[in-house]
């Protein structure tokens, strides 16, 4: 799930309208599987949606309370509005409402190998593992990629430009996240758009980095 290869079938809709969707596990296990796990690529908010859940219920409470004394509360970031669904979990894929300011913070961390005001937060040999391809980032049933050409890791997209390796994270109507360690570089964009596909002039973020 953390590489998308999950091999659950994904008709590429993205239903922002119900952040409130009831019982995202049950809408994973009852969807076929198109191929083995691990086996093929998928870009599949239901894989990011369970893995919240699952660290949830692992960890007795939601994402949020995971996440807040272990990532939020060392960057500094006051606990986030992060939208939960019926079933209590906090929506892995998106809903998540943060300032520009405090989304440049994880990117920081990543781009400091997991270090944040010298205080290690994030195993190194993670940070490197999911900054690194882990899959095509191409659909294996349509064969189209929807950022790029980019590869995969674990949640980021991995790509390269000018020579530089970039990682990054592209949300819903424009919001994105870039890390380019080689330029000691990170930007966010943060937009009040609702289109999915958002342009690329909305997304100028490489070009300036090219």
Request: aromatic share 10%; hydrophobic share 35%.
């Amino acid at each position: 799930m953390l590489t998308s290869t999950s091999g659950w079938e994904w008709d590429g809709r993205i239903n922002f309208s119900r952040h409130d969707e009831t019982d995202d596990l049950d809408l994973a296990l009852t969807r076929p599987m198109i191929c083995d796990p691990g086996d093929c690529f998928e870009y599949d908010n239901t894989n990011t949606n369970v893995l919240s859940y699952l660290i949830g219920t692992m960890s007795g409470g939601t994402m949020a309370d995971y996440l807040q004394p272990r990532l939020f509360d060392p960057l500094g970031i006051p606990r986030p509005e992060w939208l939960v669904t019926d079933d209590g979990a906090n929506r892995g894929a998106g809903g998540l409402f943060m300032t520009p300011g405090d989304m440049m913070k994880p990117d920081y961390l990543y781009l400091n190998g997991g270090v944040w005001d010298g205080e290690r937060l994030v195993d190194e040999a993670w940070v490197t593992a999911s900054t690194t391809e882990q899959a095509s980032g191409t659909s294996s049933t349509s064969g189209v990629n929807i950022s790029n050409g980019s590869a995969y890791g674990y949640q980021w997209w991995v790509t390269e430009t000018s020579g530089y390796p970039v990682f990054y994270g592209n949300g819903y109507g424009g919001q994105t996240l870039y890390v380019v360690p080689g330029l000691d570089l990170v930007v966010t964009t943060a937009v009040a758009g609702t289109d999915v596909n958002a342009p690329d002039d909305q997304q100028p973020v490489m070009p300036i980095i090219e």
